[in-house]
């Protein structure tokens, strides 16, 4: 049993907190909605998947009051709220826990570095689909995996152990020294099919049609200009086999962007798409059609 800390109680961080306490660990959820964490405390968290429904028990407190010893400490916040929401967990630093992100978008690892030394920092993505329903109820439907690695070499045998630990969950996690292609393959996929379900307010199933493929199309087209520009190692035929795959299995989900949209918070595009135009403006490199796609979201946003 390790002892894990999930901080942010969103969907992706109920979902991860639910099946490794499911599976016999110590799950500590921590977020900044003090009513959330007094409903997750007292009832825990109620998890609906293909195969039935469960309630997870978990521990839920403010950051502050979180003491070691700490194995592990997964950061689920969205992107926007990394910084301050890892600068909380700095007491922990002294446990010699790992820390995970899978995180969207770019930057969250540089924001971790901040606080926990880069060789205990463990990156990767994940195409699980989650969506919360009240305060505590997530709901995860289709197959899902996890791919990730060490941001350094030396984080590469703490990553192997977060990987196993998470597959025993049922999470699916393999190790994987290519995480960093891994990780724009997945920022390509959000900045296409998030900005578009956002924008359509419709959940992913509803982009499989001719329309919205064309313009999945050049969007990825356009990263993949800019990830040659950064000498990132982009596989185009793997990020479109990606979309092919979250269109046919998770047909009904809605992504957090359009989640969030709907609940009149703030998006996740400037650590997405925001953060790739930087880099495309960096090397100028056009991007048409992110940048359209990418303002008329801008448009959107609370005041």
């Known amino acids: 049993m390790q002892q894990i800390v999930v901080i942010g109680a969103g969907a992706m961080g109920c979902l991860f907190a639910a099946k490794l306490a499911l599976a016999g660990h110590a799950v500590t959820v921590t977020d900044v909605d003090q009513a959330r ?91 699980f689909p989650a969506d919360l329903h009240g305060a505590n109820a997530v709901a995860s439907h289709g197959q899902g995996h996890v791919w990730l690695a060490g941001l350094t070499q030396t984080a590469d045998d703490r990553a192997r152990a977060v990987a196993s630990a998470l597959d025993q969950a049922g999470l699916n996690a393999r190790f994987d020294p290519a995480v960093e292609a891994m990780v724009w393959d997945k920022v390509a996929f959000n900045s296409a099919l998030n900005a578009l379900c956002t924008l359509g307010q419709v959940p992913v199933g509803r982009l499989d049609c001719a329309p919205a493929r064309r313009i999945v199309g050049l969007i990825v087209d356009e990263i993949d200009a800019v990830t040659q520009a950064e000498g990132i190692a982009f596989d185009r035929a793997r990020t479109m086999a990606k979309v092919d795959f979250a269109l046919a299995n998770h047909g009904g989900h809605k992504p957090s962007m359009l989640q969030d949209r709907l609940a009149g918070r703030r998006t996740e595009i400037e650590s997405i798409n925001g953060a790739i135009l930087a880099i495309a403006a960096r090397h100028a490199v056009a991007t048409p059609t992110l940048q359209t796609i990418t303002d008329l979201v801008r448009l959107g946003e609370p005041a």
Not at 80 to 89: R, T
Not at 97 to 126: E, H, K, M, S, Y
């Open 37 to 127: 964490m007094a409903t997750i405390a007292g009832q825990g968290i109620d998890l609906a998947l293909d195969d039935g429904r469960c309630n997870a028990r978990v521990d839920a407190r403010p950051a502050a009051e979180i003491t070691g010893p700490v194995n592990l400490v997964i950061l689920f916040t969205k992107g926007m709220h990394s910084a301050g929401a890892i600068a909380s967990a700095a007491h922990l630093v002294d446990s010699g826990c790992t820390v995970l992100t899978l995180q969207n978008g770019l930057g969250n690892t540089d924001a971790i570095a901040t606080v926990f030394p880069r060789d205990r920092i463990v990156w990767g993505v994940t195409d």
